[in-house]
């Protein structure tokens, strides 16, 4: 039997459309993106899926092109944003017109979407945030799906679990340093607080705060070990970052306190891991606080 291309799919597709026959095209266009993952058709069956209510498949589709959507035409911005709107997805709308500087007017349409589902869905948005608000509650492998499930909510609602869970005394490290992180994208320009991985409370305004890899101790950290004779190794390489990125996460946003000395930082984490090599250098005063409450937080993940 021949397979079709998708270039014929999508031709397929197109005459289905213009023949009022949308069940087929929408077949035709999931099978061309089947074979074809590319920006253009992500937006076509966005589209599509969209006009059949398929919302939350339309929100998952645009999702894997976020960074496309955002820098592309106001038309393309509109229709993430309205897949979005469609599956109740707030907090990702918001943090698409935030992230991207997108024009005010779209705020307002989220604004109203976000009213209208608060006064027709009660019963949803109290179950979701009272599920947020006690995230402490639930097991770390639960934590993500439920921080992922109150980005539907609205951002009022959201933001105020999200302070709670930030001086919540019961939440691990990564839990807060998480929500900060979606507070950030959310552009929150008012003054929170927070406690730290070493136990104090402080006062952080989100959108102020540079993102983990903007991070200036990040960078040196991440340029050390690309540096390294452990880079020689790709894959143990990445899984090495990864193990890294976790520690530097968990000291957000007090990177600059909690590294002093970038070099011991570096060489007693890789101790840490279990790998072998000789140094002199130990760790002191604050980045030795620091060090401990990060090796407490590690162990309780």
Known sequence: MLE????????LGNQAIAEGDDEHALMYFEEA????????LNIKLAELYTQHEQNELA???????VAEYGSSTIEAQRIFINACLNANAFIDARQF??????????????TESENHFRDTQQAAVLENKKSFYHLSDAPM????????????????????????????????????????????????????EMMSLIGQHER???????????????KAVMNLLANSPLANDP???????????????????????????VKVWTEQTLLMFGMEFSTTDTESGAQ????????QALMTL
């Open 4 to 11: 079709i291309d998708s270039a014929e799919l999508q031709k």
């Open 33 to 40: 993106y089947s074979k074809e993952q590319s920006f253009a």
């Open 59 to 65: 929100n998952d589709l645009v999702h894997e092109y």
């Open 97 to 110: 017109i935030y992230m991207n500087h997108l024009d005010s007017g779209f705020l307002e349409q989220v």
């Open 141 to 192: 492998g639960q934590q993500s799906q439920i921080v992922r499930r109150a980005k539907h909510l609205p951002r009022p609602e959201f933001l105020f679990c999200a302070k709670y869970i930030l001086i919540d005394p019961f939440a691990h490290q990564l839990s807060r340093v998480s929500v900060l992180e979606e507070l950030m994208k959310l552009g929150v320009s008012e003054e929170i």
């Open 204 to 218: 952080v305004v989100p959108n102020q705060i540079p993102f983990l890899t903007q991070q200036s101790k990040f």
């Open 235 to 261: 894959t143990q390489f990445e899984i090495l970052k990864q193990q890294v990125n976790l520690c530097l996460m968990l000291m957000m946003p007090n990177l600059d306190q909690a590294i002093s000395d």
């Open 288 to 295: 030795k606080e620091w060090r401990d409450a990060l090796n």
